[in-house]
């Protein structure tokens, strides 16, 4: 599941993973990251996965890959919040997918993720 999490700026987007993702969690994704950048232009990412976090389904994988893809230059930055070595590497898998720095935060660095996030805004 992909919830949407309230920020203070129009400029951050930010999300809370958990369990298994699927086709059915990128319907509500990413028009909502569509229309964040259709009125701000380059924006900002916070993604959290939660400690159930099970990653993507085949389907939901592809729509990762698209959306990657249709949003290469679209994020200033990238903070992903986790708790697993296997969510660190997804964030450095990611690199070549986007123009964004992205950076990889454990879970009990939150807010250090929130603040490299807002940096500059």
Same mark, same amino acid.
Not at 42 to 45: A, C, G, H, V
Not at 67 to 70: D, K, L, P, V
């Given at each position: 599941m992909i919830e949407q999490l309230q920020t203070d700026s129009q400029k951050i987007l930010a999300f809370?993973?958990?369990g298994k993702l699927h086709d059915a969690d990128y319907s509500t994704f990413v028009p909502a990251v569509d229309a964040a950048v259709a009125a701000e232009g380059?924006? $900002?990412?916070f993604v959290q996965f939660e400690e159930g976090f099970q990653g993507w389904n085949l389907h @939901?994988?592809?729509d990762d890959v698209k959306? @990657? @893809?249709?949003h290469y230059s679209d994020f200033y930055r990238i903070a992903m919040v986790g708790? $697993?070595?296997?969510?660190e590497w997804m964030a450095k898998i990611g $690199?070549?997918?986007?123009? @964004?720095?992205?950076?990889?935060?454990? =879970?009990?660095? =939150?807010? =250090?993720a929130w603040a490299w996030l807002r940096e500059g805004l």
């Open positions: 809370k993973l958990s380059e924006i $900002r990412l @939901a994988a592809w959306f @990657a @893809a249709s708790d $697993r070595k296997w969510e $690199r070549p997918f986007t123009s @964004a720095s992205i950076g990889y935060f454990d =879970v009990s660095d =939150v807010d =250090v």
